[in-house]
């Protein structure tokens, strides 16, 4: 059963559109990027998702039911600017929100204990004392003496520690070492394989392509693009082929005549030194042809269709709509 | 446990483990008794301190005829040296005198002509003395005039001592102690006045806290903002409360303990002054009388009215400032939203003081005690002038609707609010985020 059904959901702040007839569906077991440039809704959206605000018109269904403030409780929320009790210890932050999010003391302990020793929080907590985490209460560190990482990483946990059935993620991944955004990242794939799922903002696009299912690109609260990561990606092929030969066994006059070719799209060097020719095929001029063009000119390195990435739609799409 | 209890357990715990808390309710009476201490020991000096160098030297100048020579007063000594008025400023300017009083007879026999010249200025109590002595002087003078003696006069009067009781229904009569009632009243008013202050602003800088921590993003996605400011508010008047039972357990064991130590030394002095000056000692008569009337009080309708109004006003206020907290995104936005939520209990001390000392049934103490604002001071410092229980109930129910349409109000603006930041909100944005749906 889907998780979250978005129905033509909108929201106006005073004169302001902030999400503009959006409709979307997170199933179980997925990673849904939400994608769009600064302001362009995504923070809005995520917390009428999480039941913070409410759509002025539109519907939204958790697990095929109106939803309401109840099902938070099946929900982790982690918004971008995070926060947590100062003065408060480490434990103790747990156990609050466990137990805001509806569990009972003890399972919340049960859980705190096995989730701080995956994410390496155990030497948070005073090792010495062995009876059981109600006494460790008092003698786990206090927020003000963890470091941001470590903040970020107990916000983290303090998310997804009554084992929600949606995570909805503001910019997960910020602030975070290389080291512990793959250990979160690790985290989420696990949790997705699990059956949960998950919907998260994010303006790093290797995230996006390689942890997400499905995609939405938003901008100026409307969307632009929506769909399975590689659907969108090939909804925007434009028919352009990269082809490389290798640089010692090439025709000698071969590059210069492609450089003139009415077809030529652009011509750059790749990783490995070679360069990287791009062609507008079509119907006339094929990729056919242009496979039969290399191989006239030398040993063919490489040749592949160029699906453009979501990095390159999200500008391209964003720009082009702004100068409308 | 609801959510309303989990916050409240995370408010009062986080709260009463707080060194600065512990730290706070073990010296907090000290310091009390240090400031009032302190207050008592000023004022006594600023009396002390007016009398330290003698009495002032006024020289009388001018000619009336009914001030020729003017007796000593507690801080003046007068005297006539019969010079013209330029001269005597000399003798000022040098420091000779201090004063001069230059009185000249218009022939209307009134003293409107007086003039004190000083190189320093008379204090407001230095004048007044010198306003009365000066009537004192000219009425003693004109009694001596009409051939009879003021001092025989003055003998000739005599004290009342007039004891007032009031009758009950059923006709038993009870003593009035309106100066005991008036005590009892303001002190419990300015309890409530103060803790409203205290724990009132803590729920305020709570509130603001998690607001610019950006941890209530996170609570809101769980806990309904009703819940949040609801246990945040009744998890600060636990602390309060706490630290109240701790300050009373504090006193009384004091008190306890100076008694087992002081009072078998006490009782024998008692005895002693009993022998010495007999049984109808002022002293002795003063204080049994304070007993009774403190006894006559109806201590059941005074602490069942202070709890009553003290949880309303508490809650009413408290909420209030909880709406400012999460409106506000730092602390110099708190200061514009203050000043107008807070008035209306200061101004409900004024009216105590001003009005239901004077008239504790008049129309003014009476319609204040109404007005949910004012009420949890103006009421409570009525309730031992024998309030009747219908006034007490109406002005409850007045008080508690109040506060459930304010805490409605109020979780409208908190829910809006703690999302806004930035921007000082204004009234009008107030307002709005009232009528925005959600």
């Not at chain 2, 008794?33 to 030297?57: C, H, Q, R």
Request: glycine share 8%; with cysteine.
């Amino acid at each position: 059963m889907t998780i979250l059904e978005l129905d033509s959901v909108s929201k106006t702040y005073g004169s302001q559109v902030v999400s503009k007839e959006i409709s979307m569906r997170i199933e179980p077991g997925t990673i849904h990027g939400l994608l769009g440039p600064n302001g362009a809704g995504k923070t809005t959206l995520l917390r009428m998702m999480a039941t913070i605000t409410k759509p002025d018109s539109g519907h939204i269904c958790f697990l095929g039911e109106p939803l309401v403030d109840v099902h938070a409780h099946q929900m982790g929320y982690m918004p971008e600017e995070r926060g947590l009790y100062k003065r408060m210890s480490v434990v103790d932050q747990l156990l609050f929100f466990a137990e805001i999010r509806g569990l009972s003391r003890s399972e919340a302990q049960g859980e705190i204990r096995q989730w701080m020793h995956r994410l390496q929080m155990t030497d948070w907590i005073n090792s010495s004392s062995t009876q059981g985490i109600k006494n460790r209460v008092k003698q786990s560190k206090k927020l003000e003496e963890l470091s941001k990482g470590m903040a970020q990483k107990l916000q983290f946990l303090c998310t997804i520690i009554h084992k929600p059935k949606l995570l909805i993620l503001d910019e997960p991944f910020s602030g975070f070492d290389p080291v512990n955004a793959d250990l979160i990242r690790d985290i989420i794939l696990d949790l997705k394989n699990q059956g949960t799922a998950v919907v998260f903002s994010t303006h790093r696009m290797d995230n996006i392509e390689s942890l997400c299912d499905d995609i939405t690109l938003i901008n100026q609260g409307a969307p632009l693009f929506q769909g399975k990561t590689m659907e969108v990606r090939r909804s925007q092929f434009a028919g352009h082929y990269d082809l490389a030969i290798d640089e010692d066994q090439v025709e000698p006059e071969a590059p210069q005549r492609w450089l003139q070719h009415s077809r030529l799209v652009r011509a750059f060097k790749n990783p490995e030194g070679n360069w990287v020719h791009r062609f507008q095929c079509d119907a006339e001029f094929s990729s056919q042809h242009l496979l039969k063009l290399g191989s006239e000119a030398g040993r063919i390195v490489h040749f592949a269709e160029h699906i453009p990435s979501i990095h390159d739609i999200f500008v391209q799409s964003v720009q082009s709509q702004n100068h409308e | 446990m609801n959510k309303i209890g989990i916050i409240f357990r995370r408010e009062y715990l986080s709260r009463i483990r707080n060194k600065s808390f512990i730290v706070m309710t073990l010296i907090g009476p000290f310091l009390l008794a240090l400031f009032y201490g302190g207050m008592i020991w000023v004022g006594t000096e600023a009396v002390n301190s007016t009398e330290d160098g003698g009495p002032k030297k006024v020289t009388i100048t001018g000619q009336y005829p009914g001030l020729t020579s003017v007796g000593p007063s507690e801080s003046f000594a007068f005297q006539n040296t019969g010079n013209d008025l330029e001269s005597t400023k000399a003798l000022l300017n040098e420091g000779s005198i201090d004063v001069i009083l230059d009185i000249q007879d218009l022939g209307q026999g009134s003293l409107d002509s007086v003039t004190a010249y000083s190189t320093q200025s008379l204090s407001l109590r230095q004048e007044r003395e010198l306003r009365s002595h000066l009537e004192l002087q000219l009425h003693r003078n004109q009694l001596q005039s009409m051939g009879l003696d003021p001092l025989a006069l003055d003998s000739l009067r005599q004290g009342v001592e007039l004891h007032c009781q009031t009758l009950s229904d059923t006709g038993d009569a009870q003593n009035s102690a309106t100066t005991l009632k008036s005590g009892v009243g303001f002190v419990m008013a300015f309890l409530i006045y103060l803790f409203i202050f205290l724990y009132g602003s803590m729920v305020m800088r709570g509130a603001l806290e998690e607001k610019t921590n950006r941890i209530v993003e996170v609570i809101i996605s769980s806990v309904r903002p009703f819940e949040l400011m609801m246990g945040k508010i009744l998890g600060v008047a636990a602390v309060g409360l706490t630290q109240f039972l701790v300050w009373i357990a504090m006193g009384a064991g004091l008190i306890t303990g100076l008694s087992r130590f002081f009072g078998p030394q006490m009782q024998q002095g008692l005895q002693n002054t009993q022998s010495m000056q007999g049984s109808g000692s002022q002293a002795l008569q003063t204080s049994i009388s304070l007993w009774d009337q403190f006894h006559s009080l109806p201590f059941g309708k005074i602490i069942f009215v202070f709890v009553l109004f003290f949880l309303g006003g508490y809650l009413l206020y408290s909420s209030l400032f909880a709406a400012i907290g999460a409106a506000a995104s730092q602390d110099t936005d708190v200061q514009s939203f203050m000043l107008p939520v807070s008035l209306p209990l200061v101004f409900g001390l004024l009216i105590a003081q001003a009005s239901v000392i004077q008239a504790p049934h008049g129309s003014l103490a009476t319609w204040f005690s109404y007005i949910p604002l004012t009420s949890p001071i103006v009421m409570v410092v009525r309730s031992p002038f024998d309030v009747s229980w219908l006034e007490i109930a109406g002005s409850a129910i007045l008080l508690y609707s109040t506060f459930i349409a304010m805490v409605y109000l109020a979780a409208k603006i908190y829910r809006i609010g703690l999302l806004k930041y930035g921007k000082k909100p204004t009234w009008k944005d107030l307002y709005l985020w009232i009528r925005q749906s959600n």
